[in-house]
């Protein structure tokens, strides 16, 4: 998987610097907070210098910066069906 480490944190915005090769966009990305949650982001804007910009899908609160981050390769999905 490719991966990435957290640069900046402004709100539900949050950057990453991915030093191989960036996400395309709308890929999920995912991390944990400091209290070990996973949290997904959705990549919005590639900024160039290997950067992307990414929107939280749920709060930042614990996330910090220089935490690592992997793109997951595909968009956000959502299970459907009977199970759900």
């Known amino acids: 998987m490719n991966q990435g480490k957290i640069i900046q944190i402004i709100g539900a915005v949050v950057d ?15 991390t944990k907070t400091a209290n070990e949650k996973e949290l997904v982001l959705e990549t919005v804007q ?26 997951t390769g595909s968009p956000i999905s959502v299970p459907v069906g009977e199970e759900v």
Do not use: C, K, W
Not at 49 to 68: F, H, I, K, P, Y
């Open 16 to 30: 990453v610097e991915f030093p191989d090769q960036l996400p395309a966009l709308y890929n999920a990305i995912t």
């Open 46 to 71: 590639h900024l160039g210098a290997n950067r992307v910009r990414a929107v939280s899908m749920g709060s930042t609160d614990g996330l910090q910066r220089g935490v690592e981050a992997e793109d």
